[in-house]
């Protein structure tokens, strides 16, 4: 079959952006692992997004995640168990249960923030050399696809 330029192009964006996501985790997961020994990356990103969002819950967390309400349940048992998070209630909705860091769990999110601050300083060479315009284009491209697949997610969980 050949391919058209368009379809090479396609190809050729998707490779590019499978390999840059592969070098990143290659390059910064090990670094990752190292400072946090005890905890899961996945726990990680959790105590991220409940630092980050208001009134985080089960439901939230399993949309940010692209888990089930059941996995997403099951990292914020593990969390709580390791002292990390505490859930609560607000007055105005007592069916609704709520996540916030303990202190060790900010301690941990203020460590990886740290992380990802050197992780950026790290890169900032290679962003320094990008125009306003080439950011512009490269940010709608990445909107206009993530909007595409939010799009055919919510269809998968519709049918």
Same mark, same amino acid.
């Given at each position: 079959?050949?391919?058209?330029?368009?379809?090479?192009?396609?190809?050729?964006?998707?490779?590019?952006?499978?390999?840059?996501?592969?070098?990143?985790?290659?390059?910064?997961?090990?670094?990752?692992? /190292?400072?946090?020994?005890?905890?899961?990356?996945?726990? +990680?990103?959790?105590?991220?997004?409940? /630092?980050?969002?208001?009134?985080?819950? @089960?439901?939230?967390?399993?949309?940010?995640?692209?888990?089930?309400?059941?996995? /997403?349940?099951? +990292?914020? #048992?593990?969390? !709580?168990?390791?002292? !990390?998070?505490?859930?609560?209630?607000?007055?105005?909705?007592?069916?609704? +249960?709520?996540?916030?860091?303990?202190?060790?769990?900010?301690?941990?999110?203020?460590?990886?923030?740290?992380?990802?601050?050197?992780?950026?300083?790290?890169?900032?060479?290679?962003?320094?050399?990008?125009?306003?315009?080439? @950011?512009?284009?490269?940010? #709608?491209?990445?909107?206009?696809?993530?909007?595409?697949?939010?799009? /055919? +997610?919510?269809?998968?969980?519709?049918?």
């Amino acid at each position: 079959m050949i391919m058209t330029n368009l379809q090479q192009n396609q190809e050729q964006i998707m490779t590019s952006l499978t390999d840059l996501f592969n070098k990143i985790d290659a390059y910064y997961k090990p670094q990752m692992e /190292a400072e946090f020994s005890n905890i899961s990356l996945s726990e +990680i990103e959790t105590i991220e997004f409940i /630092a980050k969002t208001p009134y985080p819950n @089960v439901t939230k967390l399993a949309h940010h995640l692209y888990m089930t309400r059941g996995a /997403a349940s099951k +990292i914020a #048992k593990k969390l !709580l168990k390791k002292n !990390l998070v505490e859930s609560y209630q607000i007055p105005q909705n007592k069916k609704e +249960i709520y996540f916030r860091l303990t202190k060790e769990g900010q301690e941990i999110n203020d460590r990886h923030e740290s992380l990802h601050q050197k992780f950026s300083e790290k890169d900032q060479v290679i962003f320094d050399e990008l125009t306003d315009e080439s @950011v512009s284009n490269i940010l #709608k491209f990445l909107n206009k696809y993530n909007n595409h697949l939010d799009s /055919a +997610i919510r269809n998968n969980i519709e049918k």
